[in-house]
């Protein structure tokens, strides 16, 4: 199972998950994959499909409309993963709070185990919050 | 908003009075009022029953383009104004027209006016005016297990 | 003629823009109608709007749409600016332009990398976004957020642009992306492959524009010629002047070249408002709230946005209404797209730009024989792809 | 057609012979501009606890408690959107947004920073009046004024109701 810990730390794979926010985090999040900052040369892909993820960027506080719809697409992710909320919103709904069609942040709905705050976050502070998480898929392996 | 050039001021206005003699004769008695705030912005109240008359003259007389329609909770009553642009002259008409709170419905335009589809639906959702004869009255912005009776953007009392 | 099979394209397409939902009904491999699902990402801006105050509204309605950041916040501060009669200083005025055209720099060539990205020339995406970097990285320096400006205040703006050291930096990042973005426009234009994806798709004719009152470079690309900037001069326009681009044809080709065309006009837009701009005040404090109403009316790069504002004199307004421009805009994807081969659906959806990306989870659903098969996005895209190559091969290169 | 082939191979060329364009972070730092709008942080020395920070965010970043003797103001980054209104309005220019972007972190709870001040109690009942450098400011700012000598001393160290009750009393005894 070594190799399998190995290649998921060596590249993982993402999928990105707007779950209601204003498009400035998605725009970040493809900024990270475009020739300035290029994550590629990490091994970090950008995935159509949650079931090929390992880690899921979440952007966005969570709506009425897409909360089943984000519980099933975390379910299709294969475990052992890594959800990264990406920006203010998904961390904790920022200036969104107290409206009707709010669920609550991400960690609401789905367990949540890095946070990029910043609205948007900068793409380094992206790339930060993805090493984190692959220093958890670490930490998992040693457990 | 900066003034307009003399020439320019004289040929916008001419056409807002021109725009609002037609309106009144075509509604004659519906016609409520008019105002004009300034060179870019006019204000015509009539009763709600004259809306489709009156969009037919701005839409297919004057080329004018419906920008959005705003509705505001006004406590007893929602105050609805149906924002046109006619785009040559920079000029906003806003008609405006209220319903009672009660049983609220207006008359849909989207049969004239294919533009006015969302805008007439998303007010329905929010506000809980109904369209009467709008084509496709389904929900388009709340949410599925949205409660069929309640606006979000109604104001309680 | 007869519907053989639905296809739900969304709600998740993580490259972009808000989770839409879109049903195709399909005849083989042609379109033949679309409904459209929208709600996935409405966060009751206008309910928050109406319980906040008039300081706080600017940066929230900021975070709307994030390629639009400059446009909701100044619409909504000029439809208060008309509700409590304020003069805005001059150069406050020049700065928003600025700040304006900037962003629909920004915007435009986002939205043609993404059309790039779905035809599947990965490439021109990746130049398209690597001659947005700069622009993003001024911003920054700007108004200290690549994305969120916070530049906008009732009354002015909040920062001002300095004279010498912004002022270079903004003419070199110009004349730095300039060249690029003529070379990218000629391989639009002249790329066999490109064409072949792009012309005479998606048309939609001027009398359907018209009656779908749609806005912005979906209008301007079907002959209608309309601009805010031109027809309702706010900020400095009256003073830089605006070239208003307009195509007859229709379809996708001519949408991306009024894009591309107006973004190259932004260009010389910055430059004539650097030259002009005056010295002076950049912020007026408000001195009281006037009850009554205002509209505030902004050529947002995706057409006209305009807010409605109704004040009680309160500190929180009574009602705020917003309209953005795509949702004007996305409804016409409808008549665009009824007799499209499925191949381009994606292509004449991104055209209209809520930039619908393709990388999708998609529920393929087969009507005859009721069965229900999920299909990821990657055999989709190759779908599209394929189509590319196609071309490719039917002696266009 | 040939022009286009060409073209793509001047391009090549250009790309060969052009710098990277890719930053080479996280390896070699990438530090935001002047004026970016980062952390908040608080100036302890000047900040006088007035909470005009508070009242102005538009995202409720922003907390002030106050408990007995002290008042708390603290600033979660979990929720603050980095707008840069309560470095607008703070009157001591006590709040700078700093270039620190990365707040990454694993438990969002521990993303918070606060500044802690002392609260005063009134001389005479002994209810909580306000922050005591809120209380030397407001001295600073009517000294020039021409007021009863143990104002200072005392007057200025009451809540409000018992300010009333001061005053009148003094008023009936014809100090006023």
């Not at chain 1, 993982?12 to 994959?33: K, M, R, Y």
């Not at chain 1, 099933?72 to 904790?92: D, H, L, M, W």
Request: proline share 6%; hydrophobic share 40%.
């Amino acid at each position: 199972m070594k190799i399998f810990d190995w290649s998921r730390r060596k590249s993982p794979w993402a999928f990105h998950l707007n779950t209601g926010s204003c498009n400035n985090c998605d725009i970040e999040i493809v900024d990270v994959l475009t020739p300035r900052f290029d994550v590629e040369r990490f091994g970090i892909l950008l995935q159509g499909s949650p079931r090929h993820a390992d880690v899921l960027l979440v952007t966005g506080p969570v709506t009425r409309q897409v909360l089943s719809r984000l519980r099933r697409v975390y379910e299709q992710v294969p475990k052992p993963n890594v959800v990264v909320a990406v920006g203010t919103c998904a961390t904790s709904t920022g200036c969104y709070e107290g409206s009707y069609n709010i669920v609550g942040p991400v960690d609401r709905v789905i367990p949540v185990d890095v946070y990029v705050p910043g609205c948007p976050p900068r793409p380094q502070a992206i790339i930060d919050g993805v090493v984190a998480a692959l220093e958890k898929f670490k930490a998992e392996r040693s457990d | 908003m900066l003034p307009l050039t003399a020439g320019s001021l004289v040929h916008v206005l001419s056409n807002i009075a021109l725009l609002i003699e037609n309106l009144r004769s075509v509604l004659g008695d519906r016609f409520r009022k008019h105002s004009t705030r300034n060179e870019r912005r006019a204000y015509v109240y009539i009763r709600k029953d004259g809306i489709r008359d009156c969009v037919r003259v701005l839409f297919d007389q004057f080329g004018a383009r419906l920008s959005t329609i705003s509705a505001v909770d006004r406590k007893f009553k929602f105050d609805v104004l149906y924002h046109f642009t006619l785009d040559q002259e920079g000029l906003v008409a806003s008609i405006c027209l209220s319903t009672p709170k009660q049983a609220a419905s207006l008359d849909s335009v989207t049969d004239i006016l294919p533009a006015a589809n969302w805008i007439e639906r998303e007010i329905q959702e929010l506000f809980g005016i109904k369209f009467a004869g709008h084509p496709s009255p389904g929900k388009l912005l709340t949410s599925d297990d949205w409660p069929e009776d309640e606006y979000p953007l109604r104001r309680i009392g | 003629m007869s519907i053989d099979a639905t296809l739900p394209i969304g709600p998740y397409h993580p490259a972009l823009k808000e989770p839409e939902f879109f049903k195709l009904f399909l005849d083989g491999e042609k379109i033949v109608d679309v409904a459209i699902r929208l709600g996935y990402t409405h966060r009751g801006i206008e309910y928050l709007a109406e319980r906040k105050t008039y300081n706080e509204i600017p940066i929230l309605v900021e975070r709307i749409c994030g390629i639009c950041s400059n446009v909701h916040p100044m619409c909504f501060c000029q439809a208060v600016e008309e509700t409590w009669e304020l003069q805005v200083p001059d150069r406050a005025r020049y700065i928003r332009t600025i700040v304006g055209e900037l962003e629909r720099i920004h915007s435009h060539l986002l939205w043609a990398g993404i059309a790039a990205h779905i035809i599947g020339y990965d490439t021109l995406f990746m130049h398209f976004w690597k001659h947005r970097e700069p622009v993003c990285e001024l911003f920054e320096v700007l108004t200290g957020n690549r994305q969120n400006y916070a530049m906008n205040c009732i009354g002015g703006v909040r920062r001002d642009i300095d004279p010498t050291k912004h002022k270079a930096l903004i003419l070199e990042t110009l004349s730095q992306i300039r060249p690029s973005l003529l070379r990218l426009k000629n391989a639009v234009t002249e790329d066999p492959v490109v064409r072949a994806r792009i012309e005479n798709i998606g048309v939609l004719s001027r009398d359907q524009a018209r009656k779908l009152c749609v806005v912005g470079p979906v209008a301007r690309a079907s002959g209608l010629a309309i601009d805010v900037r031109k027809d309702e001069p706010y900020a400095a326009y009256r003073e830089v002047g605006v070239d208003v681009k307009v195509l007859t044809e229709g379809d996708v080709l001519s949408k991306m070249l009024v894009r591309l065309l107006e973004a190259l006009e932004s260009m010389e837009i910055v430059k004539r408002a650097l030259d002009a701009i005056p010295q002076g005040p950049i912020r007026l404090e408000p001195k009281e709230i006037v009850p009554g109403d205002g509209i505030g009316k902004v050529e947002a790069p995706r057409g006209e946005d305009i807010h409605y504002v109704r004040s009680n004199g309160t500190d929180i307004p009574e009602r705020v209404k917003i309209r953005a421009p795509s949702y004007m805009n996305v409804p016409s994807i409808a008549p665009q797209i009824k007799g499209a081969s499925l191949a381009d659906a994606s292509l004449i959806i991104a055209a209209v730009d809520p930039c619908f990306c393709c990388t999708e989870r998609i529920a393929l659903a087969d009507v005859k024989t009721n069965r229900e098969s999920s299909v990821d996005f990657e055999s989709l895209a190759q779908r599209w792809r394929r189509k590319s190559k196609y071309s490719r091969k039917d002696g266009c290169v | 057609m040939k022009t286009v082939k060409l073209r793509i191979i001047v391009e090549v060329l250009r790309s060969l012979a052009s710098r990277a364009y890719t930053l080479k972070y996280p390896k070699i730092a990438s530090p935001a501009p002047q004026g970016f709008r980062g952390k908040l942080e608080y100036d302890i020395e000047k900040c006088t606890g007035c909470a005009a920070c508070v009242e102005n965010c538009p995202a409720s970043a922003l907390k002030s408690i106050s408990d007995g003797d002290r008042r708390t103001i603290e600033v979660w980054y979990g929720k603050c959107i980095y707008c840069g209104r309560c470095e607008e309005v703070c009157p001591e220019r006590a709040i700078t947004l700093t270039t620190t972007y990365s707040l990454v972190t694993g438990r969002k709870e521990d993303i918070k920073s606060s500044v802690q001040l002392e609260i005063n109690r009134c001389l005479r009942c002994g209810k909580p009046v306000a922050t005591a450098r809120q209380i030397d400011k407001v001295r600073l700012q009517v000294k020039d004024l021409v007021l009863p000598e143990d104002y200072d001393a005392y007057l200025s160290s009451l809540c409000l109701d018992c300010k009333k009750a001061v005053q009148a009393e003094l008023l009936l005894a014809g100090r006023m």
